[in-house]
Protein backbone atom coordinates (compact mmCIF):
# COMPACT_ATOMS: atom_id res chain seq x y z
CA UNK A 1 0.00 0.00 0.00
CA UNK A 2 2.61 2.29 0.88
CA UNK A 3 5.08 1.50 -2.18
CA UNK A 4 1.54 2.35 -4.49
CA UNK A 5 1.04 5.92 -2.51
CA UNK A 6 4.35 6.50 -3.36
CA UNK A 7 3.95 5.90 -6.63
CA UNK A 8 0.87 8.21 -6.95
CA UNK A 9 3.23 10.95 -5.37
CA UNK A 10 5.47 10.87 -7.86
CA UNK A 11 2.98 10.91 -10.65
CA UNK A 12 1.18 13.80 -9.29
CA UNK A 13 4.56 15.88 -8.71
CA UNK A 14 6.00 15.13 -12.06
CA UNK A 15 2.78 16.33 -13.88
CA UNK A 16 2.35 19.38 -11.86
CA UNK A 17 6.16 19.61 -13.26
CA UNK A 18 5.03 18.96 -16.52
CA UNK A 19 2.32 21.32 -16.30
CA UNK A 20 4.03 24.12 -15.00
CA UNK A 21 5.90 24.55 -18.14
CA UNK A 22 3.56 24.51 -20.87
CA UNK A 23 2.56 27.48 -22.51
CA UNK A 24 -1.01 29.33 -22.78
CA UNK A 25 -1.27 28.03 -26.03
CA UNK A 26 -0.40 24.31 -24.83
CA UNK A 27 -3.45 24.14 -22.02
CA UNK A 28 -6.04 24.64 -24.95
CA UNK A 29 -4.45 22.35 -26.89
CA UNK A 30 -6.66 18.60 -27.60
CA UNK A 31 -5.76 15.87 -25.47
CA UNK A 32 -6.55 12.04 -25.96
CA UNK A 33 -9.62 12.29 -24.51
CA UNK A 34 -12.10 13.70 -27.07
CA UNK A 35 -13.71 17.31 -26.78
CA UNK A 36 -10.86 18.38 -23.41
CA UNK A 37 -8.40 20.19 -23.78
CA UNK A 38 -5.33 19.89 -21.39
CA UNK A 39 -7.19 22.54 -19.06
CA UNK A 40 -10.58 20.20 -19.31
CA UNK A 41 -8.02 16.92 -18.41
CA UNK A 42 -6.93 18.70 -15.54
CA UNK A 43 -10.11 19.89 -13.87
CA UNK A 44 -11.25 16.16 -13.88
CA UNK A 45 -7.95 14.75 -12.79
CA UNK A 46 -8.29 17.85 -9.70
CA UNK A 47 -12.01 17.01 -9.14
CA UNK A 48 -11.32 14.64 -6.45
CA UNK A 49 -9.15 17.12 -4.44
CA UNK A 50 -11.14 20.42 -4.56
CA UNK A 51 -14.61 18.39 -4.33
CA UNK A 52 -16.33 17.22 -0.97
CA UNK A 53 -18.01 13.98 -0.72
CA UNK A 54 -20.97 15.94 -0.21
CA UNK A 55 -20.45 18.45 -3.37
CA UNK A 56 -19.44 15.60 -5.78
CA UNK A 57 -22.91 13.81 -4.98
CA UNK A 58 -25.10 17.10 -5.40
CA UNK A 59 -23.15 17.70 -8.69
CA UNK A 60 -23.80 14.21 -9.78
CA UNK A 61 -27.67 14.56 -8.65
CA UNK A 62 -27.75 17.76 -11.07
CA UNK A 63 -27.01 15.08 -13.81
CA UNK A 64 -29.49 12.85 -12.70
CA UNK A 65 -26.65 10.25 -11.94
CA UNK A 66 -25.35 10.08 -14.89
CA UNK A 67 -21.48 10.25 -13.91
CA UNK A 68 -20.01 10.30 -17.45
CA UNK A 69 -22.28 13.47 -18.07
CA UNK A 70 -21.51 15.09 -14.72
CA UNK A 71 -17.69 14.62 -15.17
CA UNK A 72 -18.04 16.06 -18.58
CA UNK A 73 -20.36 19.21 -17.39
CA UNK A 74 -18.13 19.94 -14.13
CA UNK A 75 -14.67 19.43 -15.75
CA UNK A 76 -15.69 22.09 -18.67
CA UNK A 77 -16.88 24.45 -16.00
CA UNK A 78 -14.33 24.20 -13.79
CA UNK A 79 -11.47 24.26 -16.89
CA UNK A 80 -13.03 27.92 -17.82
CA UNK A 81 -12.95 29.24 -14.29
CA UNK A 82 -9.81 27.73 -12.86
CA UNK A 83 -6.44 29.67 -14.67
CA UNK A 84 -3.69 27.44 -15.73
CA UNK A 85 -1.68 28.40 -12.46
CA UNK A 86 -4.77 27.26 -10.47
CA UNK A 87 -4.95 23.45 -11.95
CA UNK A 88 -0.87 23.43 -11.40
CA UNK A 89 -1.29 24.23 -8.07
CA UNK A 90 -4.23 21.90 -7.55
CA UNK A 91 -2.10 19.27 -9.10
CA UNK A 92 0.81 19.80 -6.44
CA UNK A 93 -0.68 20.69 -3.39
CA UNK A 94 -2.30 17.09 -3.57
CA UNK A 95 0.55 14.69 -4.31
CA UNK A 96 -0.24 12.82 -1.05
CA UNK A 97 -3.99 13.31 -1.10
CA UNK A 98 -5.50 9.95 0.29
CA UNK A 99 -8.46 9.92 -2.75
CA UNK A 100 -9.33 6.48 -3.90
CA UNK A 101 -12.14 6.08 -6.77
CA UNK A 102 -14.84 3.75 -5.70
CA UNK A 103 -14.01 0.17 -6.17
CA UNK A 104 -10.34 0.90 -6.81
CA UNK A 105 -8.92 1.48 -4.31
CA UNK A 106 -5.56 3.42 -4.82
CA UNK A 107 -4.27 0.98 -7.75
CA UNK A 108 -7.43 3.16 -9.45
CA UNK A 109 -6.16 6.38 -8.32
CA UNK A 110 -2.94 5.25 -9.87
CA UNK A 111 -4.63 3.96 -12.49
CA UNK A 112 -6.66 7.60 -13.21
CA UNK A 113 -3.68 9.99 -12.77
CA UNK A 114 -1.21 8.08 -15.05
CA UNK A 115 -3.80 7.54 -17.77
CA UNK A 116 -5.12 11.36 -18.00
CA UNK A 117 -1.56 12.26 -17.52
CA UNK A 118 -0.74 10.72 -20.18
CA UNK A 119 -3.77 11.71 -22.07
CA UNK A 120 -2.24 15.34 -22.03
CA UNK A 121 1.67 14.81 -22.90
CA UNK A 122 1.41 12.42 -25.79
CA UNK A 123 -0.49 15.17 -28.02
CA UNK A 124 1.88 17.25 -27.38
CA UNK A 125 4.70 15.10 -27.70
CA UNK A 126 5.84 15.54 -24.00
CA UNK A 127 8.50 12.89 -23.28
CA UNK A 128 7.23 11.12 -20.55
CA UNK A 129 8.60 7.68 -19.49
CA UNK A 130 6.56 6.22 -16.69
CA UNK A 131 8.80 2.99 -14.79
CA UNK A 132 7.89 -0.37 -15.56
CA UNK A 133 7.35 -0.93 -11.85
CA UNK A 134 4.75 1.88 -11.64
CA UNK A 135 3.21 0.53 -15.32
CA UNK A 136 2.64 -2.65 -13.39
CA UNK A 137 -0.06 -1.89 -11.16
CA UNK A 138 -1.99 0.28 -13.94
CA UNK A 139 -1.84 -2.77 -17.11
CA UNK A 140 -4.42 -5.20 -17.06
CA UNK A 141 -3.94 -9.09 -16.23
CA UNK A 142 -6.18 -10.29 -18.11
CA UNK A 143 -9.32 -9.33 -20.86
CA UNK A 144 -11.38 -9.58 -17.74
CA UNK A 145 -9.83 -7.05 -15.52
CA UNK A 146 -11.64 -3.61 -14.61
CA UNK A 147 -9.79 -1.57 -17.12
CA UNK A 148 -10.82 -3.80 -20.06
CA UNK A 149 -14.30 -4.29 -19.42
CA UNK A 150 -14.69 -0.51 -18.15
CA UNK A 151 -13.44 0.99 -21.51
CA UNK A 152 -15.49 -2.03 -23.72
CA UNK A 153 -12.44 -1.57 -26.77
CA UNK A 154 -12.52 -4.57 -28.85
CA UNK A 155 -9.61 -6.90 -28.00
CA UNK A 156 -10.92 -9.73 -30.17
CA UNK A 157 -7.77 -11.58 -32.24
CA UNK A 158 -5.23 -9.21 -30.68
CA UNK A 159 -1.70 -9.90 -28.52
CA UNK A 160 -0.52 -7.13 -26.71
CA UNK A 161 3.32 -7.61 -26.73
CA UNK A 162 5.03 -4.42 -25.00
CA UNK A 163 8.35 -3.83 -26.32
CA UNK A 164 10.12 -2.02 -23.26
CA UNK A 165 9.04 -4.56 -20.48
CA UNK A 166 8.02 -8.04 -19.61
CA UNK A 167 3.64 -8.20 -20.59
CA UNK A 168 1.83 -9.24 -22.65
CA UNK A 169 -2.18 -9.30 -23.11
CA UNK A 170 -4.83 -11.83 -24.87
CA UNK A 171 -3.72 -13.71 -27.98
CA UNK A 172 -4.18 -13.73 -31.37
CA UNK A 173 -2.12 -10.98 -33.78
CA UNK A 174 0.78 -9.10 -31.77
CA UNK A 175 0.41 -5.34 -31.77
CA UNK A 176 3.51 -4.06 -30.16
CA UNK A 177 4.45 -0.53 -28.51
CA UNK A 178 5.96 0.69 -25.32
CA UNK A 179 3.52 -0.45 -22.19
CA UNK A 180 2.13 2.90 -21.95
CA UNK A 181 1.10 3.23 -25.48
CA UNK A 182 -0.38 0.05 -25.00
CA UNK A 183 -2.22 0.89 -21.79
CA UNK A 184 -3.93 3.63 -23.59
CA UNK A 185 -5.20 1.79 -26.51
CA UNK A 186 -6.58 -1.07 -24.37
CA UNK A 187 -8.34 2.51 -22.88
CA UNK A 188 -9.69 3.45 -26.02
CA UNK A 189 -7.82 6.64 -27.13
CA UNK A 190 -6.40 6.64 -30.48
CA UNK A 191 -3.02 6.96 -30.80
CA UNK A 192 -0.76 9.27 -33.56
CA UNK A 193 0.39 6.78 -36.42
CA UNK A 194 3.41 4.82 -35.89
CA UNK A 195 3.25 4.12 -32.28
CA UNK A 196 1.78 0.88 -32.62
CA UNK A 197 2.88 -1.85 -34.90
CA UNK A 198 1.32 -4.78 -36.15
CA UNK A 199 -1.88 -5.71 -38.24
CA UNK A 200 -4.27 -4.37 -35.82
CA UNK A 201 -2.71 -1.06 -35.23
CA UNK A 202 -5.21 0.58 -37.52
CA UNK A 203 -8.20 -0.11 -35.29
CA UNK A 204 -6.12 1.18 -32.56
CA UNK A 205 -4.63 4.58 -33.97
CA UNK A 206 -5.79 8.03 -35.91
CA UNK A 207 -6.44 7.64 -39.43
Not at 7 to 27: K, P, Q, V
Not at 152 to 171: H, K, N, R
Request: aromatic share 6%; with cysteine; proline share 6%.
Amino acid sequence: MDEIRDMIAATRTELAAMLGDLSAGEWDAPTLCAGWRVREVVAHITMPFRYSGRRFMLELARSRGDFTAMSDRVARRDASAMSPAELTQAVADNVNHPWKPPGGGFAGALSHDVIHGLDIVVPLGMPWAIPSERLRHVLPESATSRPVRFFGVDLDGIEFVASDMEWTLGSGEPLTGTGQDLLLAICGRKLPQGRLKGVSSDRLTVG
